[in-house]
């Protein structure tokens, strides 16, 4: 089984029947140590990544945020 999930904009599809942040994160190798995680929209904290789901059709958005001055 697989998801379809709308990342960044962009249509991807992962072979999994279950996926989390966290999943997903490692999936894509993405260690930022600040980054931001919206599910449809809705803000997911840090310590939910692991238990956060994304369905079928969701959309994800993971935005790297880089600090400075």
């Given at each position: 089984?697989?998801?379809?999930?709308?990342?960044?904009?962009?249509?991807?599809?992962?072979d999994?029947?279950?996926?989390t942040?966290d999943?997903?994160?490692k999936?894509?190798?993405?260690?930022?140590k600040?980054?931001?995680?919206?599910?449809?929209?809705?803000?997911?904290?840090?310590?939910?990544?692991?238990?956060?789901q994304?369905?079928e059709?969701?959309?994800v958005?993971?935005l790297?945020?880089?600090s400075?001055?």
């Amino acid at each position: 089984m697989s998801i379809s999930i709308t990342l960044n904009n962009r249509e991807e599809t992962f072979d999994t029947d279950l996926l989390t942040i966290d999943q997903l994160l490692k999936m894509k190798n993405y260690t930022y140590k600040m980054m931001v995680v919206k599910i449809n929209g809705k803000l997911v904290k840090r310590p939910q990544y692991a238990e956060a789901q994304i369905k079928e059709g969701d959309d994800v958005m993971i935005l790297h945020l880089i600090s400075g001055g």
